[in-house]
């Protein structure tokens, strides 16, 4: 049994390998782009509109609400990257009671990826809207002697938000795999359904923080504007 | 549990492709159509904004006018009321002038019926009078009612001064007209010629003439003066007393 997409190998090239984490991520994306494409093609612009536009509609102004009641920002700057990093984490872990897919989630190197661009992205939003100088000067605030830990504690949080999504994603799913080679019939399908629950909040949570620590970077600069 | 830095890396790639491609296709299209489309709900709450604008500029000079309305209506009725009253009291008074008009007239017609009721009132009643006086004589003294009459005129004539006036008034008449009531015989013709013979101490003409209109009584005239021996005066009595009878 094989814990990690990263382990089945597809192609080998010595200095890079094609494994299920990325052939499912190339699937991902397809889906996604595909579903927008095809629902977004013909939008109305009147008061009357498809049930996958609503969808669609529903789903979008929900993450803005959600982002600007958080920032106090316009949601339009933090929308392309949280919200997409929740709906491909979202539908990642949906698509993991298909079976035999393998949510790339599940995949440390996913989650670390998706947590290094959260680290580069925090610094990147907050210098939008603060000088370097200023926004390096939160590192020695109060005293230098903080320095440390609180470079610490970047990477801690980066390194949690890596493996709290893997870690969940993963147990869930060998949990599955061990619960079928134990009890076939019922009880799968139980965890299952609470691995569903999991992922969405999984994916809830990841976005969330990602926003947290990038509005949180942004929140002090409003403070020296105040 | 290892990290594949190669997958990550093309992780990273991926994950910005989708972020990319997700923004052209999802987020853009359906952010531009909730704008449009929000856009297009606030031009539509706009218009009806202006629409209830212009509604309620015009309830405000529809109430105006209806205000307006309904003070004219209460001028109008005002003077409506006021000509009323005018005219009320014109025809009143001109209802009064004709009343006091058809009342005079009414009054004199009265007084005309009156008068004229009194005046054959009292000629039948000298009628009925002679005739019971005739009959009386006749009946109960069998005597003949105008010789008596003619008998007495001539001894007034003869005996008082009581015409006296007349007589002096005659100086030497041509001639002399006399009327009676009834006919008379030729005997009292005679007598009453002689009398006034011998009265106007002359021999004028005399005539006589039968005037219905005395009922009872002679009357002597001579140009313009008269003399009457009849029963006019008891008429105009009895006329009088029923006259004040009656009022």
């Not at chain 1, 990325?22 to 009357?48: D, P, Y």
């Not at chain 2, 997700?22 to 449009?36: D, E, R």
């Not at chain 2, 009676?180 to 006589?208: M, N, Y």
Request: net charge neutral; glycine share 4%; aromatic share 10%.
């Amino acid at each position: 049994m094989k814990y990690s997409p990263d382990l089945y190998i597809l192609f080998d090239w010595g200095w890079g390998q094609i494994n299920a984490t990325l052939l499912f991520t190339w699937l991902i994306i397809i889906l996604m782009t595909g579903g927008s494409w095809w629902i977004t093609r013909r939008l109305s612009c009147s008061t009357t509109i498809s049930a996958g536009q609503n969808l669609l509609e529903v789903m979008v102004q929900g993450m803005v609400d959600h982002i600007e009641e958080i920032t106090h920002r316009s949601a339009h700057h933090f929308l392309p990257l949280v919200g997409t990093l929740f709906l491909f984490i979202l539908v990642s872990n949906i698509l993991g009671l298909v079976p035999f897919f393998q949510p790339p989630t599940g995949s440390l190197s996913t989650t670390c990826a998706f947590a290094l661009l959260v680290f580069v992205a925090v610094p990147a939003y907050g210098l939008t809207t603060r000088t370097v100088s200023n926004y390096l000067g939160e590192y020695i605030r109060p005293t230098i002697l903080m320095l440390p830990f609180n470079i610490l504690g970047e990477i801690s949080r980066t390194f949690a938000l890596a493996v709290r999504l893997y870690g969940n994603v993963m147990s869930g799913t060998v949990i599955g795999i061990v619960l079928l080679i134990i009890t076939p019939l019922f009880v799968p399908v139980i965890m299952q359904a609470l691995s569903l629950l999991t992922g969405v909040i999984q994916a809830y949570i990841f976005a969330l923080l990602a926003l947290v620590y990038i509005a949180s970077a942004m929140e002090v600069e409003k403070k020296d504007e105040g | 549990m290892s990290v594949n830095w190669f997958t990550v890396a093309a992780q990273i790639v991926n994950f910005l492709i989708l972020v990319w491609l997700l923004k052209k296709f999802l987020y853009q299209p359906v952010l531009t159509a909730m704008n449009k489309r929000q856009q297009k709900i606030q031009d539509k709450l706009e218009e009806a904004a202006t629409l209830a604008e212009a509604a309620e500029k015009e309830k405000k000079q529809y109430l105006a006018l209806q205000e307006a309305t309904r003070n004219r209506g209460k001028e109008e009725l005002l003077q409506a009321r006021l000509d009323a009253d005018n005219l009320r009291k014109k025809l009143f008074q001109k209802v009064e002038a004709e009343a006091e008009t058809a009342y005079v007239s009414w009054q004199n017609e009265l007084s005309d019926e009156k008068s004229l009721f009194l005046k054959q009132a009292g000629v039948q009643v000298a009628q009925q009078f002679q005739r019971l006086a005739q009959s009386a004589f006749r009946n109960l003294a069998d005597a003949d009612f105008e010789e008596n009459m003619i008998s007495r005129f001539c001894a007034l004539i003869t005996k008082h001064d009581s015409e006296a006036d007349f007589f002096r008034q005659q100086q030497n008449p041509d001639k002399l007209q006399v009327f009676t009531a009834f006919p008379i015989t030729r005997s009292s013709q005679d007598a009453i010629r002689e009398t006034l013979w011998r009265r106007l101490a002359s021999q004028p003409e005399i005539c006589f003439q039968l005037e219905p209109t005395l009922i009872a009584g002679i009357r002597v005239s001579s140009n313009d003066h008269k003399m009457e021996w009849n029963v006019h005066q008891y008429i105009n009595d009895f006329q009088n007393e029923l006259e004040r009878f009656l009022s």
